[in-house]
């Protein structure tokens, strides 16, 4: 219930000022970018393309800054990054027409990492039914006009969270604020708002956006369902705990570690997990959860608390883990919910359900749950070393000996990715990304760019093989227009036997490049993380996978 005596409604005197005063020939686009300030935007992705004339012109009468790529996919990986970093929406400007398609990878990668993206798009005049108004010449379901797509909004609506459809001027501001809204309301995601050009071309009278403020809704546990599963992990024997992103971004590593520390569970984190729980605490299965030790103990829990994961593939020893004992799953995505496996499902945010379990549930000892963690670790290490993987160890532990603690890294599907999903100390929550949804090569570098447009001040990494940095070579453009703090390690998968001087390529576009072996990979990448601007390492190295960890 609202009262109206706890709210202030009366418009600011600048506010008024700005509303009966508006500067001249503004027009629908305006509108949007005036929003977005209002809602606390400082940044823009785009790409090349036709989002909307005048856009940039109305971004830089709001000061706000456009970051532009040379391509509307990696545009949308940089702004899923940012949103990852930030925890704050990032707009993204896409094409007309079927340019706005080409975003669609990057979206999808955003909503599985529930990532804030707000995508929107100016459609061509003309497409679909009901973009009638002021300007607009036809209303025909032919493709006769250029880069004329019909009814994108329903390709958008099955990829993104949620889609917010505008007809006239007087919605964009509510129409962008309710989306944004939506972007940020737990679980986090990418969302879809589609303009029609006439609408963004047109001069508008509606006054000057100064007004944004949105409250995202909280989602606490259910408190029937929080004393089930306090009494089941109070009272289990054999407890274990899978924590995955949803920990990570709910900012509750803390909580985690101390909910493990009270009922003395066992912890491993899945690969979007990375730094949820310490590496070397006494509990900590660290990240082997492809490992079939770290899933013999999993099954043989007889309660297994699953925080912030879906239990997907990459966490499931790609869907062979079939766990014996009960499972209390807890998450934010109602649809990822017993997915896989029955459970008693929670649907909350994963912060507010580790307070409300610390305050419910009772200490529990077992004083050889340590000694089991460091059984399995052996076991680990002892699979691997009968498969002679020093080199890719050592590889490994290089690029954590390089990397300055809490800085971001993003990684590309490849051999060096597999391997620190479950082999490399992350050190922080939220430091190391990977593309798990789309999982198309190319993410890692154009994702590392948006991350260094967040945070300017520090260094950011990103990995790819030889073969998948081809898909985002373009952006070396972008790293030097910008001067972008992202050092790019490009390491030898050979994925089609052929393929260019990396090093000579990096230089073509202005950008420092060095060739390194495993033996100087340590320092080569260190000192390129120290300078300043962007940079390319190059490891020529074949690295080879272990050998399958689960049967089957």
């Known amino acids: 219930m609202t009262h109206d005596h706890d709210l202030v409604l009366r418009p600011t005197a600048a506010q008024t000022e700005a509303a ?15 929003t977005l300030a209002a809602l606390g935007a400082t940044t823009v992705f785009g790409a ?107 390709v958008f609506r099955g990829v993104v969270k949620s889609v917010h459809p505008v007809r006239t001027q007087s919605q964009i501001p509510s129409a962008i604020a309710e989306a944004w809204t939506s972007a940020l309301t737990v679980p986090h995601g990418p969302v879809w708002v589609d303009v029609p050009r006439h609408v963004l071309l047109a001069e508008t009278p509606v006054p000057v956006v ?87 103990l999993l099954e043989d829990a007889d309660v297994l ?18 766990p014996r004992g009960r499972i209390v799953q807890i998450g934010a995505d109602l649809g990822k919910l017993e ?15 580790l307070q409300a379990l610390l305050e419910t549930v009772g200490e529990r000892r077992d004083e050889a749950a340590p000694e089991r963690v460091r059984a399995v ?30 800085t971001p890294s993003f990684w590309d599907p490849t051999v060096l990715t597999c391997w620190a999903w479950s082999a490399l100390d992350a050190k922080a929550p939220g430091a190391m990304h990977s593309a798990q949804g789309a999982g198309v090569p190319g993410y890692g570098f154009p994702a590392a760019l948006g991350a260094a447009a967040a945070d300017p001040t520090r260094p950011v990494l990103a990995v790819s093989g030889d073969d998948g940095a081809l898909h985002a070579v373009a952006e070396l453009a972008t790293a030097r227009q910008y001067d972008l703090n992202v050092t790019w390690l490009v390491t030898g998968d050979g994925g089609h036997g052929t393929g260019p001087d990396h090093v000579a390529l990096a230089e073509s576009f202005g950008v420092p490049g060095v060739r390194t072996s495993p033996q100087t990979l340590a320092a080569d990448l260190a000192k390129a993380l120290a300078a300043p601007g962007p940079s390319v390492v190059v490891l020529p190295t074949a690295l080879r996978m272990p050998a399958q960890a689960h049967p089957g």
């Open 377 to 406: 670790l052996t076991e680990a290490r002892a699979r691997l070393a009968a498969q002679d993987l020093t080199l890719e160890q050592d590889v490994v532990a290089a690029v954590r000996e390089a990397l300055p603690t809490g």
């Open 339 to 353: 997915s896989h496996h029955p459970a008693l499902g929670i649907h909350a945010d994963a912060r507010l359900a």
């Open 210 to 296: 100064t007004g944004g403020d949105t409250f995202p809704e909280e989602l606490p546990p259910r408190p029937e369902l929080t004393a089930v599963a306090a009494d089941l992990l109070g009272r289990a024997e054999r407890p274990a705990i899978v924590a995955g992103g949803g920990v990570v971004r709910a900012d509750a590593s803390g909580k985690l570690r101390q909910l493990a520390e009270r009922i003395q569970a066992p912890v491993v984190t899945t690969s979007g997990g990375k730094g949820a729980f310490p590496w070397t605490h006494p509990l900590s299965l660290r990240s082997w959860s492809a490992d079939r030790h770290t899933a013999e």
């Open 305 to 322: 608390l699953v925080i912030g994961s879906g239990l997907g593939e990459l966490s499931s020893g790609v869907r062979t883990f079939e």
């Open 20 to 34: 009966l005063d508006p500067p001249p020939g503004r027009t629908g686009t305006d509108l949007v970018v005036e």
């Open 48 to 154: 090349p393309g036709r989002p909307a004339p005048g856009v940039l012109d109305a971004l830089h009468r709001t000061g706000l800054r456009h970051v532009g790529l040379r391509t509307v996919c990696d545009a949308g990986f940089a702004a899923d990054a940012y949103g990852r970093v930030t925890g704050e929406a990032a707009p993204l400007l896409v094409p007309s027409g079927p340019g706005a398609l080409a975003a669609l990878a990057a979206l999808q990668e955003a909503r599985a990492a529930s990532a804030p993206v707000l995508a929107i798009g100016g459609q061509v005049t003309g497409a679909g039914p009901g973009h009638g108004g002021p300007g607009h010449p036809r209303d025909l379901p032919d493709l006769s006009e250029l880069r004329e797509l019909p009814d994108r909004d329903r």
